[in-house]
C-alpha cells in the first residue's frame, strides 16, 4: 500500500508538473493568435535532423526510409496531429516500388487547408553513400518542429503537413521519373474533390545550409511568393534570401498544374557546391537556417490566417 501511494503521489505530482509546461508553452507561444514568431525552434528541428541523417540514405522503397516514416509518424503522433498515410505503387525504371505520402492534420475553424510541405527520400545515386542531410533531411525535419507550433495555436485554416515520398528520381530525372509523391497526392486529390479545399502550398527543400541563400523560385505563385518575401524584408532576412530567380522542378508543380497556388522556399547554394554529392552532409547544416525559414514560414501563415476567406488573389 505504501508503495502504491508513492506511485499515486507521483503521477499527482508529474501530472501537475505536465500542466503547468503545457501553460507555461502556451503563454510563450501565444496559444490564441498568430503575432510571434520565436516558437519555431531551430534546434529542436536541427535534433530531428540529426536522427534523419544517422539512418544512413532514404531511398524509396528501402528499409531506412520505412524507418524514416516511422520516426516522422511517432513524432506527429507525440505532438498531437491526426495522422494518416497515403500508400500508393510507383511504376518507376527500375520497377514497381511502394512509396508512402504522410500527412499530418492540424483541424483549425475553417476546413480550408494551407498545406506545408516537403520531400523525405533521398536521391538513389550509383557508387554513392549519399545521406541527403539537406536535401531530404531538411525538409522532415523543418515539418516536424511545425507540428508544435500548429498543434499550440487557434488556427482559423486547417493545417497539412505533407511528407513526400518519391520526389526524387529512380534513374535519370523526367516528368515521368519524379515528383512520384506529389504526383499521385494531387492527381488523387483532385479525383476526390477534396483538392478544391486546399487553398495554398507551402514547399520547403534544402533549408538547413549554413550559408543559407534561397532563391525567389520562378514557377511559383506570384502573390503567395510575394508573401513570402515581403515578410523576409520585415525581418531583415534579405540576405539570407538572395540566391536569385530561376525554375525548380520540385513537388510543387503538380498542384500548380492543378490549380492550387504555391511556392517553392529552396536554397541555391547546394546547387552549385554539393548536390547529389556526398558531401551533402550533416556539419553542412545548421539549426540557425532552419530557424530563419522556420520564424519566414510562420510569419506567412500569420498573414495568411489574416485574409479574408476564401483566399483570393491581394
Not at 16 to 38: C, I, K, M, N, Q
Not at 284 to 289: A, D, L, N
Not at 303 to 312: T, Y
Amino acid at each position: 500500500m505504501k508503495t502504491g501511494g508513492r506511485v499515486v503521489m507521483a503521477l499527482v505530482v508529474a501530472s501537475a508538473a505536465a500542466l503547468a509546461s503545457v501553460e507555461v508553452w502556451r503563454h510563450r507561444v501565444g496559444a490564441e493568435t498568430w503575432g510571434a514568431s520565436d516558437d519555431f525552434s531551430g534546434e529542436r528541428a536541427f535534433s530531428d535532423l540529426e536522427q534523419l541523417v544517422k539512418l544512413g540514405p532514404r531511398p524509396p522503397g528501402s528499409q531506412a526510409l520505412e524507418n524514416a516514416r516511422t520516426y516522422i509518424i511517432r513524432q506527429l503522433s507525440a505532438a498531437g496531429a491526426e495522422v494518416r498515410d497515403d500508400s500508393f505503387i510507383a511504376s518507376t525504371p527500375v520497377g514497381d516500388i511502394p512509396m508512402t505520402n504522410i500527412i499530418g492534420t492540424f483541424h483549425g475553424d475553417s476546413d480550408f487547408v494551407i498545406m506545408i510541405g516537403g520531400h523525405y527520400d533521398t536521391a538513389m545515386l550509383n557508387g554513392i553513400s549519399f545521406v541527403g542531410a539537406n536535401d531530404g533531411g531538411s525538409s522532415p525535419a523543418f515539418l516536424l518542429e511545425m507540428a508544435p507550433v500548429l498543434a499550440h495555436r487557434k488556427n482559423k485554416l486547417t493545417y497539412w503537413l505533407v511528407f513526400f515520398d518519391g520526389e526524387e528520381a529512380l534513374k535519370q530525372r523526367s516528368p515521368s521519373d519524379s515528383l512520384y509523391g506529389s504526383r499521385h497526392l494531387a492527381e488523387n486529390l483532385a479525383a476526390r474533390g477534396t483538392l478544391k479545399r486546399v487553398k495554398a502550398l507551402i514547399l520547403v527543400d534544402m533549408v538547413a545550409d549554413r550559408h543559407l541563400n534561397i532563391l525567389r523560385e520562378s514557377n511559383s505563385t506570384p502573390w503567395l511568393s510575394d508573401l513570402v518575401f515581403n515578410r523576409v524584408h520585415d525581418l531583415g532576412y534579405d540576405r539570407s534570401f538572395n540566391g536569385g530567380a530561376f525554375p525548380v522542378e520540385d513537388d510543387h508543380l503538380p498542384f500548380l498544374r492543378e490549380g492550387v497556388p504555391a511556392v517553392d522556399i529552396i536554397d541555391s547554394t547546394p546547387f552549385i557546391s554539393y548536390h547529389h554529392t556526398d558531401q551533402d552532409t550533416f556539419d553542412k547544416c545548421s539549426p540557425e537556417s532552419l530557424a530563419i525559414v522556420g520564424r519566414i514560414v510562420v510569419g506567412t501563415l500569420a498573414r495568411l490566417e489574416k485574409r479574408s476567406l476564401p483566399l483570393v488573389e491581394i
